[in-house]
């Protein structure tokens, strides 16, 4: 079911292509257009557009993932399976990967990433700047915020959280026995394959939780390109008038 409505919706894990603006103040730029397009490709097929070309990364990302949740405790409640659409579009679709209620209000990212230096620019720019030095700092910075921005937006949640992880070097063999009946090519990486650090490295964490405010100003952003980019499809309407 969800893939199926992610299916010519636009997703808070892309979403921030939207927020790329072209020459003329307030219009799209080519990254925005580029996706809506492709949007409009999946709503006329009737189906995703796109497989996943390397699914290393993915995979990796899901096998650690429920490693962390058994890190973080019962206040984070998983919900990555669960996809969330926005109660007044039919197209703005959401799967958070977790939403924390009980201490925070705060809607939940996990990122794990398949490469040391990915792992190193989200932990280095948290460190110089915050949520602004992780945009700042990483490729796909801008992308995350927006995607915890959007997320955000559909749980009604006032803050935003990215938790960045990366095993240690003592845990990477109980990771891939958890993951290699599922991912078979764990069965042939070795370890200068995987991503991990030295125990007692003395500078980087496994698991780093980083926690900010959504600034109203942003979720209103967001949520207006989002109207102008609805006029934009085929076949979509405001659920609510």
């Known amino acids: 079911m969800n893939a199926l409505l992610r299916t010519g919706s636009f997703t808070s894990s ?42 290393k990364p993915l995979d990796w990302g899901h096998l650690c993932e429920g490693f962390v949740f058994e890190m973080l405790g019962i206040e984070y409640s998983t919900q990555s399976k669960q996809t969330i659409v926005h109660p007044d579009f039919d197209c703005w679709v959401g799967t958070p990967d977790s939403v924390c209620y009980q201490e925070y209000n705060t809607a939940v990212d996990v990122k794990s990433p398949f490469t040391l230096k990915s792992f190193c620019q989200l932990v280095d720019g948290w460190k110089a700047n915050g949520i602004q030095g992780i945009r700042d700092n990483h490729k796909e910075g801008d992308k995350y915020y927006w995607q915890i921005v959007s997320n955000a937006i559909l749980t009604r949640c006032s803050e935003g959280e990215l938790i960045v992880f990366c095993p240690l070097e003592s845990q990477v063999s109980g990771l891939v026995q958890r993951g290699i009946d599922q991912y078979d090519w764990l069965m042939y990486a070795g370890m200068e394959n995987l991503p991990w650090l030295p125990d ?42």
């Open 200 to 241: 007692n490295n003395g500078h980087y964490n496994s698991l780093n939780k980083f926690r900010f405010p959504i600034p109203e100003a942003d979720r209103k952003l967001l949520t207006n390109r989002v109207v102008e980019a609805v006029k934009m499809l085929v076949n979509s309407k405001l659920v609510t008038a």
């Open 14 to 55: 892309e979403i921030g292509a939207l927020m790329t603006e072209g020459k003329a103040k307030g219009s799209f730029g080519a990254p925005a257009l580029t996706y809506i397009e492709e949007k409009n490709m999946e709503r006329r097929l009737g189906r995703a557009l796109k497989n996943e070309p390397d699914a």
